[in-house]
């Protein structure tokens, strides 16, 4: 079964990290551009960043520059959000996703896999 499987969200006091991890079953990421996006309540589902199948290429939305930081390991088959200095507004369901085209991750349109999300909440 071909598959992403989202962890390690939870909940987090403002000011706070968490570190988000993306494992792929049943297919190798050496090839695949990988993005993270995320849906608060009540909004559309946004990009939060996307990094390119060799790792030479990365894109972060204005509001997590300079706090996320995406990175990947393709001996672990394994995409990761690294998250910092958390906000309230950082809240929402967080979500990988899998495309062999940078392009299609960057829009998150077609893109040909998607995790089942991991639940973020920033709150004291």
């Known amino acids: 079964q071909l598959q992403l499987v989202e962890s390690g969200g939870g909940l987090v006091q403002p000011g706070g990290s968490l570190r988000l991890s993306c494992a792929a079953s049943?297919?190798?990421?050496?090839?695949?551009?990988l993005g993270w996006f995320r849906q608060a309540p009540g909004k559309e589902r946004e990009g939060v960043s996307c990094?390119?199948?060799?790792?030479?290429?990365?894109n972060y939305a204005d509001s997590v520059k300079g706090r996320f930081t995406i990175s990947r390991d393709n001996a672990k088959n394994t995409v990761y959000l690294q998250m910092n200095s958390l906000k309230p507004e950082d809240t929402g369901v967080y979500y990988c996703?899998?495309?062999?085209?940078?392009?299609?991750?960057?829009?998150?349109?077609?893109?040909?896999?998607w995790g089942q999300g991991t639940q973020v909440t920033v709150s004291s």
């Open positions: 996703a899998a495309d062999r085209y940078f392009r299609a991750v960057v829009a998150g349109r077609r893109v040909e896999y």
């Open positions: 990094i390119s199948s060799s790792g030479g290429r990365t």
């Open positions: 049943g297919f190798t990421l050496d090839y695949y551009a």
